[in-house]
């Protein structure tokens, strides 16, 4: 799933023009602070796809003209171009306040494309410089980065007792930062799976330290889970509520598949990774995993036990059965 970076223009990429907040002379068009250097690193490092997403009020009318807009529009992103900052999309809506479109930000109506299940929208950001830009933000599912250089731009328009206080992912007015930011959080994921057996909590940062808080409601299986953090130090969150009057086993598969899930948002488009890992056996057994990245996936099970399971028995389960079933299967 592709991630997204909405970013605003005005008041993020190049300053805001009080009192008229209009762009529409090339005189006019200040770029922000260092938002070529930091702007160009995330395009060319960091895997996002850039959309800008702006309101240009009353574009087109006689306060506003084309011919005056246009010229310092193509002028700002015909230079962001050329510091290999191209923006796959634009969507500028034209409508003032009062006309109240859902087409406006915070509206979402210019950007319905990124609900078609091709986006990773919990793992995107909106970046601009008003409240608006935040609402718009919670309005996608997305998380919001706000250049908060006055926070009562906007402020009319997103209305009283908006609780935007967990949409902002960072809040400040310094491009470096928000490279540093996106650079640390891109390997880094929440990701939640819902069915009718299972509801499954994640939160995965690659780059973390081997903190892990599981709860799964299978002790043994939490075990293993933290196994996984603490020798990859990845910091790992997995809440998992299933259906264990049942039994055991949607729990577990369900939690694997949304584990997956979630490594596979973290890891993106792989960069850094080393073609091949190793193996470490311990003292007293040898058990080998590999694990292909590449998306081939397919598994060989060929393991004895002398008893049924290890951990507390949600059913009556034997101590003394053996099972030996080599198993070849490729998940669907
Ligand atoms: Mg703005």
Known sequence: MKRVLFID??????LE???????????????????FKYLGKIAAELDYELVLVSNQDGLGTNSFPEDTFHPAHNHIINTFAGEGIVFVREHIDRSLPADNLPTRKPGIGMLQQYFNGDYDLANSYVIGDRI?????????????????????????????????KNV?????????????????????VSHDRTTKETDIHIELNLDGTGKADIQTGLGFFDHMLDQIARH??????????????????????????????????????????????F??????????AAIDFGGRNWIVW???????????????????????????????
């Open 9 to 14: 223009r005005d008041g993020t990429m190049i």
């Open 17 to 35: 023009q009080p009192p008229t907040y209009q762009i529409d002379s090339l005189e006019k068009v200040v770029f922000y602070p260092k938002v």
């Open 132 to 164: 608006t830009d935040v609402k718009l933000a919670q309005n996608l599912g997305a998380k919001a980065i706000w250049l908060n250089q006055d926070p009562t731009l906007g402020a009319a328009e997103v209305g009283a007792g908006s609780d935007l």
């Open 168 to 188: 902002v992912a960072l809040e400040s007015t310094d491009w470096a930062k928000i490279y540093e930011f996106l650079k640390i959080g891109l390997r880094t």
């Open 232 to 277: 990859g130090s990845i910091d790992m969150v997995v809440r998992a509520k299933g259906d264990l009057h049942i039994d055991e086993h949607h729990t577990i598969e369900d939690t694997g598949l949304a584990l997956g899930e979630a490594f596979a948002m973290a890891l993106a488009d792989k960069k850094g990774m080393e073609r091949y890992g």
């Open 279 to 288: 193996c470490l056996p311990m003292d007293d057994c040898l058990a080998q």
């Open 302 to 332: 060929d393991a004895e036990f002398k008893r049924e399971k290890i951990g507390r028995c949600l059913r009556r389960c034997s101590s003394t059965s053996s099972s030996r079933s080599p198993t070849r299967r490729r998940p669907t």
